[in-house]
């Protein structure tokens, strides 16, 4: 069974600090997504990376995708009340395939 | 921005009964996906389609599932005889093709079985 591990789960922070949500996995991914999920609604994507060792910048946001790739880290610098949501990351273990989806990392900033 | 559309956003049914969940995938785009999510569980593949025929399915989509690319534009998934666990947030995705990684989410169909 193909899994990916998101940690932490819950995350609780004040206006202003940095964080990093952790996506971990035992296999190899052909590319890995990062999602923003809202109460309700469907999974927005956020960035897509697919090279070992690369790094992407979205304003705040830094996403890696690990040199072996079967890892990923989302880091989020001067975290806002706006960035609350539930961050997923999704790997494709083939081109063209499936989606697997870690469990979420709930993120609360509090002002 | 081209989107994915899902109707209807809410769909209560009785144990038994058949339904079906309609999907407007991005225009050009070639391949379909269906997920679903029970609630607060992870994100689960179901099946996914291209040119017509499922390319891949998952040990969830038995029987019970099927889906069609009724015409050029919808994209639909039918449970012929809905059962309370299949209760769930059901997610169409799309993507342009195969050598595209992105995959397009739409807002989701909330399916309650009573």
């Known amino acids: 069974t193909q899994l990916l591990e998101q940690s932490p789960q819950f995350l609780s922070i004040q206006e202003g600090e940095n964080l990093t949500v952790y996506c971990n996995s035992s296999?190899?991914?052909?590319?890995l997504q990062w999602y923003r999920q809202e109460p309700g609604e469907g999974p927005v994507l956020l960035v897509t990376?697919?090279?070992?060792?690369e790094v992407k910048k979205l304003k705040r946001l830094t996403f890696q995708f690990g040199d072996a790739r079967k890892d990923s880290s989302l880091h989020i610098t001067a975290a806002q009340p706006g960035d609350t949501g539930l961050y997923l990351c999704?790997?494709?273990?083939?081109?063209?395939?499936?989606?697997?989806f870690g469990q979420g990392t709930e993120l609360s900033v509090k002002p | 921005e081209p989107e994915v559309t899902q109707t209807p956003s809410h769909q209560v049914t009785q144990m038994g009964q058949e339904v079906i969940l309609r999907c407007v995938p991005i225009?050009?785009?070639?391949?379909f996906y269906w997920y679903r999510q029970i609630l607060g569980q992870k994100v689960e593949f179901l099946v996914s389609?291209?040119?017509?025929?499922?390319?891949?399915k998952s040990e969830i989509f038995d029987d019970q599932f099927s889906v069609e690319r009724p015409d050029g534009s919808n994209f639909t998934l039918k449970i012929r005889s809905t059962k309370l666990e299949d209760s769930a947030m059901y997610f169409c995705?799309?993507?342009?093709?195969?050598?595209?990684?992105?995959?397009?989410f739409g807002p989701g169909t909330r399916l309650t079985v009573t």
């Open positions: 995705a799309s993507k342009l093709q195969f050598f595209s990684y992105e995959q397009y």
């Open positions: 296999s190899v991914f052909s590319s």
């Open positions: 990376v697919v090279t070992g060792g």
């Open positions: 999704a790997g494709e273990k083939n081109q063209g395939g499936k989606l697997i």
């Open positions: 225009s050009n785009h070639l391949y």
């Open positions: 389609f291209y040119n017509n025929e499922i390319s891949e």
